[in-house]
T-cell receptor, first 113, second 111 residues
């Protein structure tokens, strides 16, 4: 079992609709949770992170965390063609000053006009 | 404000050749990482350095060596390249309780 699981997709979303991405993780000691966006041929870039149970909103993006269920999700509202990318879920636990990131394989999102 | 800089961006090697991937960060981060990314497999940790002077193996260290030259620089060396090492390599740095910042990646092909 992988430590971080994501549906690979592709997730096809009409322009203007909501894209819902899911991620589950196996390490109950995970302390922080990240969503990265990666365009084809580019490096991952952070969209948002969440540490506490509940929802966190940033513009059109909402991250949701449920530590009891070991589940984190990302909602993209009013999806735009520019949102077409692969979205990587990452979880982290830190020991002293460094953090061990575990990444999922990513979900490809395709926003269709 | 360069962030994390990797060189080279592209490289083609013949089986058995060696090379070093260079990485430097200017954010004064303690922790640095090398990942490889293969289709459908996400980012897999090769080696990491929690702080200057320390390095440790990650998930897929075989065939690689690293050097944490100073706080800024963390290099990855392939001593005898194999076709299985064809991949995209990313260097990243991290400050405690914040995000990981990635370099622009190195696309390596071993023929």
């Amino acid at each position: 079992q992988k430590e971080v699981e994501q549906n690979s997709g592709p997730l096809s979303v009409p322009e203007g609709a909501i894209a819902s991405l899911n991620c589950t993780y196996s390490d109950r000691g995970s302390q922080s949770f990240f969503w990265y966006r990666q365009y084809s041929g580019k490096s991952p870039e952070l969209i948002m992170f969440i540490y506490s149970n509940g929802d966190k909103e940033d513009g059109r993006f909402t991250a949701q965390l449920n530590k009891a269920s070991q589940y984190v999700s990302l909602l993209i509202r009013d999806s735009q063609p520019s949102d077409s990318a692969t979205y990587l879920c990452a979880v982290n636990r830190w020991d002293d000053s460094w953090g061990k990131f575990q990444f999922g394989a990513g979900t490809q999102v395709v926003v269709t006009p | 404000n360069a962030g994390v800089t990797q060189t080279p961006k592209f490289q083609v090697l013949k089986t058995g050749q060696s090379m070093t991937l260079q990485c430097a960060q200017d954010m004064n981060h303690n922790s640095m990482y090398w990942y490889r990314q293969d289709p459908g497999m996400g980012l897999r940790l090769i080696y990491y350095s929690a702080s200057e002077g320390t390095t440790d193996k990650g998930e897929v260290p075989n065939g690689y060596n690293v050097s944490r030259l100073n706080k800024r620089e963390f290099s990855l060396r392939l001593e005898s390249a194999a076709p299985s090492q064809t991949s995209v390599y990313f260097c990243a740095s991290y400050r405690a309780n914040t995000e990981a910042f990635f370099g622009q990646g190195t696309r390596l092909t071993v023929v």
